[in-house]
């Protein structure tokens, strides 16, 4: 649960950069909205998610901006080609030979019973790039949809992801 002083405090720093911004820091009923948008963010990840915010944005940030930088600094998400070279690699080394590896990201598990282990232990050079696209376009929908339960903290988005895959719980159990 976000402090209302750390609230307060983010607020009137961010004012200091952009007028929007304290213009709604000035208005008890925006500030409360604002605040009841957020509250469901811990401490730390808000701050943290300001800071990105006041490092990288040249215009003023909307709260759904402050949830999105709050959300992916605290869990950086891999990216597709990321996770496809990690794929690629176990692949070299051979690690696909009794069946498929299980990985910590659960994206990339999702995105892989796409696809028979035989299919990528024999990759060839015709059919990679076709695979490598496939691999991209699914694992691409899982991410989004992951980040979109994590910035709406919407439960039945929340519900669905955990039955596909195992959406990873956010600090505090939210």
Do not use: C
């Not at 759904?64 to 690699?89: Q, Y």
């Not at 070299?92 to 028979?116: A, C, H, M, Q, V």
């Not at 955990?162 to 505090?172: C, T, Y």
């Amino acid at each position: 649960m976000l402090d209302k002083k750390i609230f307060a405090q983010a607020m009137a720093g961010m004012g200091s950069v952009w007028k929007e911004i304290q213009a709604v820091a000035d208005d008890e009923f925006a500030s409360a909205l604002w605040y009841r948008t957020l509250s469901d963010l811990d401490n730390e990840s808000f701050k943290d998610g300001v800071v990105h915010i006041m490092k990288t944005f040249h215009f003023a940030p909307r709260p759904a901006d402050i949830r999105e930088a709050a959300l992916i600094s605290t869990k950086p998400l891999l990216g597709a080609e990321e996770a496809w070279g990690i794929v690629v690699n176990d692949i070299r080394r051979g690690n696909f030979y009794f069946g498929t590896p299980n990985y910590p990201d659960w994206k990339i598990n999702k995105t892989l019973e796409s696809f028979n282990p035989l299919e990528l232990r024999d990759m060839t050079s015709e059919n990679r790039p076709i695979i490598r696209a496939q691999f991209i376009k699914i694992y691409n929908q899982y991410k989004d949809r992951e980040k979109e339960a994590l910035v709406t903290n919407d439960p039945k988005l929340k519900a669905l992801l955990d039955s596909i895959g195992g959406l990873p719980k956010l600090e505090g159990g939210k």
